[in-house]
C-alpha cells in the first residue's frame, strides 16, 4: 500500500465530477487486490476487485486500473455523489499460498465531494 | 442474513488491564480475521483462525490472543494493555475456499487506553 505519511492523503471533487484515487502497493508477488471504502464509524466496505492477471475491471460507477510493471493502482469513480465521501483503501493479497484474510491495506485516502 | 457483529462497539481501559472482544462472523463464513487500525492508518492484519486454529499472525507481541469457537464466532484478547494498543479493532469473515473472495468487515471496537 501507500507510504506512511503524517497525513492522509486527501481529494476533494465536486459533486457530478469524476475522481480518481491512486494506490501503490508494495509486493510484486501480490495476486489480488481490493479496494474498499470506510466511512466514519464503519468499517471497511467492499468496492471492487481485481486479480493480477487482469488490467481493468468494471462495476457500477467505479473502474479499477492495475498497472503491473510500476504497482500501481487507481480506482475511478464516474459521477461522483456525496453519498462517495469516505476514506479509501486499497488492498494488497501477497501471493500464492496466502489466505485471502491477510491483506496489506495502503494509508487510504479522504475523499470529499462538495455539492 | 446477518453480516459481521461485533462486541462492545466501545470500550474504555487503564494501562495494564486485560480485554476481550468478540466477534460473530458473516452467516456462512468459517474464517474469521482480526484487524488492528489507529487513527489515520489502514488496518494492519492481527491473526486469523480457522477451524479453531490460528492459522496465520502478523507482526503482533504475544500480548495479542485469539479464540475461535465451534461456532466460528472468536474472541480477540489483549493482556497488559499500552497506551499505544489504543484503536479500532476490526474482525472481518471469509470462507475457506469460497469461490467469491471478498472479505467482510464488521464495524469494529474502538479500545481506549488511559
Known amino acids: 500500500g501507500e507510504s506512511v505519511g503524517l497525513h492522509l492523503p486527501t481529494l476533494s471533487v465536486q459533486e457530478g465530477d469524476n475522481s480518481i484515487i491512486n494506490c501503490a502497493y508494495s509486493?510484486?508477488?501480490?495476486?489480488?487486490f481490493i479496494w474498499y471504502k470506510q466511512e466514519s464509524g464503519k468499517g471497511p466496505q467492499f468496492i471492487i476487485d481485481?486479480?493480477?492477471?487482469?488490467d481493468k475491471r468494471q462495476g457500477q460507477r467505479v473502474t479499477v486500473l492495475l498497472n503491473k510493471t510500476v504497482k500501481h493502482l487507481s480506482l475511478q469513480i464516474a459521477a461522483t455523489q456525496p453519498g462517495d465521501s469516505a476514506v479509501y483503501f486499497c488492498?494488497?493479497?501477497?501471493?500464492?499460498?496466502?489466505?485471502?484474510?491477510?491483506?496489506?491495506f495502503g494509508r487510504g485516502t479522504q475523499l470529499t465531494v462538495w455539492p | 442474513d446477518a453480516g459481521v457483529t461485533q462486541s462492545p462497539t466501545h470500550l474504555i481501559k487503564t494501562r495494564g488491564q486485560q480485554v476481550t472482544l468478540r466477534c460473530s462472523p458473516k452467516?456462512?463464513?468459517?474464517?474469521v480475521s482480526w484487524y488492528q487500525q489507529a487513527l489515520g492508518q489502514g488496518p494492519q492484519f492481527i491473526f486469523q483462525?480457522?477451524?479453531?486454529?490460528?492459522?496465520q499472525r502478523g507482526n503482533f507481541p504475544d500480548r495479542f490472543s485469539g479464540h475461535q469457537f465451534p461456532n466460528y464466532s472468536s474472541e480477540l484478547n489483549v493482556n497488559a494493555l499500552l497506551l499505544g494498543d489504543s484503536a479500532l479493532y476490526l474482525c472481518?469473515?471469509?470462507?475457506?475456499?469460497?469461490?467469491?473472495?471478498?472479505?467482510?468487515f464488521g464495524s469494529g471496537t474502538q479500545l481506549s487506553v488511559l
Open positions: 483462525y480457522y477451524e479453531e486454529e490460528e492459522r
Open positions: 488492498a494488497e493479497r501477497p501471493g500464492r499460498g496466502s489466505t485471502l484474510g491477510r491483506l496489506y
Open positions: 452467516s456462512g463464513h468459517d474464517t
Open positions: 472481518a469473515s471469509s470462507l475457506e475456499g469460497g469461490a467469491v473472495e471478498k472479505l467482510f
Open positions: 481485481i486479480r493480477s492477471n487482469m
Open positions: 509486493n510484486s508477488a501480490s495476486d489480488y
